[in-house]
């Protein structure tokens, strides 16, 4: 039995093919033997717990199968986001379904929010990516290649994907 | 509703590296100057705790002297 702390329902992923969105569900996962990742995964997840959180994304209406994945730690004052990845099947040009990973990060301003935070996320981003997080998520520049939610953009983001108040089980 | 698309071409991965306190007091100080700046206050308190847990379970509890 799968000890895992049950969350919200979002539609905002998209398959490709057919432009159909999906109810999807994030759950947190709770030990590695949860796991059960096909060989192409980019990183090591299993390796992620116990020191942090893990939250998959699963698209009931498909399968159990985690179509995307997201690694974060509570910091004081902010949530930060080690790890972001698709399945697989998700990334290249053939991928199947679009928005997994911005429903991830919307997910880590929500724990925020409830964690007394005002929603303030930080990860690092690929380069190439930057300019559409700034003006998607709405997350401001603020090293190298650090990136950052301030409240107002996280109360955005979260409203944007789950509309009134929802709180996690945080 | 939601559904925020990655560039074509662009895959959406996020690894990032881990932090150090220097980085931490960074992104701190960083959400100081945007609660000045915002109407908005962002909870970063002004004791610091320990995370995921609430003022409450961090405060010190005196006992008082019998007798």
């Known amino acids: 039995m799968i000890d895992a702390i049950i969350d919200k329902l979002t539609e905002s992923v998209e398959e490709l093919r057919t432009g159909r969105r999906y109810v999807t569900l994030i759950t947190r996962v709770m030990s590695p033997n949860e796991f059960k ?3 192409k995964w980019l990183f090591n997840w299993q390796s992620e717990l116990p020191q942090r959180e893990v939250y998959r994304l699963t698209i009931p209406a498909i399968s159990d199968t985690p179509q995307g994945l997201i690694s974060l730690e509570r ?3 902010f ?4 790890l972001v990845e698709s399945h697989p099947q998700n990334v290249g040009k053939q991928k199947r379904f679009v928005g997994i990973a911005g429903n991830l990060i919307a997910y880590a301003a929500m724990i925020s929010r409830d964690l007394g935070f005002a929603g303030v996320v930080a ?3 690929k380069t190439e990516l930057i300019r559409h997080y700034e003006t998607t998520l709405g997350a401001q520049l603020i090293g190298r290649q650090r990136m950052a939610l301030d409240p107002v953009a996280a109360s955005h983001l ?3 994907y789950f509309g009134e108040h929802h709180g996690t089980n945080s | 509703m939601g ?3 990655e560039p074509d071409g662009v895959d959406f991965v996020i690894q990032s590296q881990p932090l150090t306190p220097t980085d931490v007091a960074e992104i701190q100080n960083w959400i100081r100057k945007q609660t000045k700046t915002s109407k908005t206050k962002a909870a970063l308190p002004s004791k610091v705790t320990k995370p995921g847990k609430s003022k409450r379970e961090n405060k010190t509890v005196r006992s008082r002297k019998v007798g």
Request: overall charge positive; aromatic content about 10%; glycine content about 6%.
């Open chain 1, 37 to 39: 990742l096909a060989s």
């Open chain 1, 79 to 82: 949530v930060f986001v080690h």
């Open chain 1, 123 to 125: 990860f690092d981003a």
């Open chain 2, 3 to 5: 559904l925020i698309r």
């Open chain 1, 75 to 77: 910091q004081v004052g």
């Open chain 1, 158 to 160: 979260i409203q944007r």
